[in-house]
């Protein structure tokens, strides 16, 4: 098959489902990270999301997956949502079930379809760069790989996970293309910046791009069970019986992550082809990244976010976010990050930016969730 | 005289008149610092000023000069200040003429009347000791001295004035007085080291005590137009003309620190005793000194003021006020200051807490009265 005739069969998915514990209290339950503006953009990270894939797709190849609660914020945001392309979950079950589902309905609706699966959260501002990378990922599916997308690092950083590439592949309309040797986790600095200067370590980006029925087949190899599952909704999913599968079939299915059910096992059956992208990319995974992002490589910079239009700072540096009218005055202190909400305020800075999840996760025990 | 008929000519004075700038935005105009509790004591600082000096003069003979706009928040706290003992300044005058008048209108009403003046916003948590120092200031006021309580340093503290004391003076009933040599402005860190190490410095705590007619005869050689307009006002003060008198007269009169006008004059003549007090004593002039004042000697201390129930802290020291209920988390921030108010939030550090009036001013510049 040519390529065009490979992206003519090119689906988008992105599964629109964590809150992003790291971002409380910004993100929460009601208002997760992808229903956000991180970036100042002036638009969320979900619709950021769509207008990268739009050009691709087009506005009818897009499904997105998300919660209940967040479908109405979901489709006010994407005007251009077609209604069978939304999927609901009734409860977060991980993204082997979200992107594995999406897979099955499309795979069923239409025999042959190459779906990427794209996270509703992440920042890269070069689109054109994510999508020449994209387009060479689904020539690798259309010849049969997993395909992911690694970016190329710029700094050893220890917030990503990262993807160790082998020997070049040769696959038509993916010149760029090697196997994915391993999956490493998070690295410290050390390790990170040895994985830098080996200059064949690439981010994990967390994107799939893979024929349908090849991805369903690998997840099966892993997670039969889950696997049938899935199948099970897809076969009821455009019928009447859909409610009644979801009720009786979606609880059980289990909750793990599309990392360990498909492409570690499809890295090491060799099925795992990688493109390098040499676009910007972030994960925005907490309060340091979004200093980060707004810093554009100045010292001492203070980057605001939101719209209160009264932040004074003198001799400060890190992240101010304030949507609330309050004045706020920040005097000399350093790498601070003051998340200021109606009923929660955060201040820490951006060296502890990670410990947040763990204040999310002591007030969960504590029962303050009227706050998460 | 014996120092029983002095006492009994005694008269408390409380100057409550600063807002507290630095510690903006909990001291206000509208809620000055006097107006607080911040010793965690259950009481405001004006009203253990009074609990302080009632024991030596009883209720009737405590008067209390303040603004306009805080005579109900004054009166409230203090029911049993008696109405003649209410001064209250149309607009703000500085020290000089705040306790000039009260020492011209109490001269007038009791001619020989002995006048103590003492800052509403000071914390002294050894009452008995602060009192038997008033005891011997009063001896000495009434052997013709003005006489101030200077306290004994218990570090190199580099937030106050201090007393270096001259010569001992034999006075009656105040065998630990010394003459004052000088008066020095706040040092910087290693000239107090020094002044710790002398031995004969001490810190200077603004309370003045004398007898009316020698502070008023001292404050008439700096400032004769501004004694003579206190003396018009003091002869007015019980008629009817007061309120024709105050509105001709107070306007003009010059804004100035007592200090200038009185203190250091006094010291160069020779006419400057001061007593030794061995108590406790903070203006609380910062929030470091909020958080000086609540850690106790503990490190790692986070001081929590207010009553906000929600205040999560992890590896965190310094000082929270809230009387908010929002949930305010801290992770691992050191020495930090957060000042949780309605309208404003003010982050910052215990090391840039003297930093904290060159917002309010800058504020004011910026014409945010609002929260002001």
Same mark, same amino acid.
């Given at each position: 098959?040519?390529?065009?005739?490979?992206?003519?069969?090119?689906?988008?998915?992105?599964?629109?489902?964590?809150?992003?514990?790291?971002?409380?209290?910004?993100?929460?339950?009601?208002?997760?990270?992808?229903?956000?503006?991180?970036?100042?953009?002036?638009?969320?990270?979900?619709?950021?999301?769509?207008?990268?894939?739009?050009?691709?797709?087009?506005?009818?190849?897009?499904?997105?997956?998300?919660?209940?609660?967040?479908?109405?914020?979901?489709?006010?945001?994407?005007?251009?949502?077609?209604?069978?392309?939304?999927?609901?979950?009734?409860?977060?079950?991980?993204?082997?079930?979200?992107?594995?589902?999406?897979?099955?309905?499309?795979?069923?609706?239409?025999?042959?379809?190459?779906?990427?699966?794209?996270?509703? *959260?992440? !920042?890269?501002?070069?689109? &054109?760069?994510?999508?020449?990378?994209?387009?060479? =990922?689904?020539? #690798? $599916?259309? %010849? @049969?790989?997993?395909?992911?997308?690694?970016?190329?690092?710029?700094?050893?950083?220890?917030?990503?996970?990262?993807?160790?590439?082998?020997?070049?592949?040769?696959?038509?309309?993916?010149?760029?293309?090697?196997?994915?040797?391993?999956?490493?986790?998070?690295?410290?600095?050390?390790?990170?910046?040895?994985?830098?200067?080996?200059?064949?370590?690439?981010?994990?980006?967390?994107?799939?791009?893979?024929?349908?029925?090849?991805?369903?087949?690998?997840?099966?190899?892993?997670?039969?069970?889950?696997?049938?599952?899935?199948?099970?909704?897809?076969?009821?999913?455009?019928?009447?019986?859909?409610?009644?599968?979801? *009720?009786? !079939?979606?609880?059980?299915? &289990?909750?793990?992550?599309?990392?360990?059910?498909? =492409?570690?096992? #499809? $890295?090491? %059956? @060799?099925?795992?082809?990688?493109?390098?992208?040499?676009?910007?990319?972030?994960?925005?995974?907490?309060?340091?990244?979004?200093?980060?992002?707004?810093?554009s490589g100045r010292a001492n910079n203070l980057a605001i976010l939101g719209d209160n239009p009264r932040i004074l700072s003198d001799a400060s540096t890190g992240v101010v976010i304030s949507h609330s009218k309050r004045l706020i005055s920040l005097i000399g202190v350093e790498d601070i990050v003051v998340v200021d909400t109606p009923d929660?305020?955060?201040?820490?800075?951006?060296?502890?930016?990670?410990?947040?999840?763990?204040?999310?996760?002591?007030?969960?025990?504590?029962?303050?969730?009227?706050?998460?």
């Amino acid at each position: 098959m040519s390529d065009s005739s490979a992206l003519e069969r090119f689906y988008s998915v992105i599964p629109a489902g964590g809150i992003g514990s790291r971002l409380w209290p910004l993100s929460r339950a009601d208002a997760p990270k992808f229903l956000h503006d991180l970036t100042g953009a002036g638009k969320t990270l979900l619709r950021g999301t769509w207008d990268r894939l739009e050009p691709l797709n087009g506005d009818q190849r897009i499904m997105v997956v998300t919660g209940r609660a967040h479908r109405a914020a979901v489709e006010a945001q994407l005007p251009a949502l077609a209604d069978h392309n939304v999927v609901l979950e009734s409860e977060p079950k991980d993204s082997t079930a979200a992107i594995g589902l999406a897979a099955a309905i499309l795979e069923h609706r239409e025999p042959g379809v190459i779906i990427g699966s794209f996270a509703a *959260d992440h !920042v890269i501002t070069d689109a &054109r760069g994510f999508r020449r990378a994209v387009v060479e =990922a689904i020539a #690798a $599916a259309d %010849a @049969g790989y997993i395909a992911t997308i690694g970016i190329s690092p710029t700094d050893p950083a220890i917030g990503f996970g990262y993807i160790h590439c082998g020997g070049r592949l040769d696959i038509a309309g993916a010149p760029s293309a090697f196997a994915v040797d391993t999956f490493v986790e998070k690295p410290n600095l050390d390790v990170a910046r040895g994985y830098l200067a080996a200059g064949d370590y690439l981010w994990n980006g967390g994107m799939f791009i893979s024929r349908a029925d090849v991805l369903l087949k690998q997840l099966g190899e892993a997670e039969p069970e889950l696997l049938e599952g899935l199948l099970e909704l897809a076969a009821d999913w455009d019928t009447t019986r859909r409610g009644a599968t979801v *009720d009786r !079939v979606w609880p059980r299915l &289990r909750k793990i992550a599309i990392d360990y059910t498909v =492409a570690e096992p #499809a $890295a090491k %059956a @060799g099925r795992l082809a990688v493109i390098p992208g040499d676009f910007d990319w972030d994960d925005v995974g907490d309060f340091a990244a979004i200093g980060k992002l707004h810093s554009s490589g100045r010292a001492n910079n203070l980057a605001i976010l939101g719209d209160n239009p009264r932040i004074l700072s003198d001799a400060s540096t890190g992240v101010v976010i304030s949507h609330s009218k309050r004045l706020i005055s920040l005097i000399g202190v350093e790498d601070i990050v003051v998340v200021d909400t109606p009923d929660a305020l955060l201040v820490t800075t951006t060296a502890n930016a990670q410990r947040v999840k763990s204040v999310v996760d002591a007030l969960k025990l504590a029962g303050s969730g009227d706050v998460l």
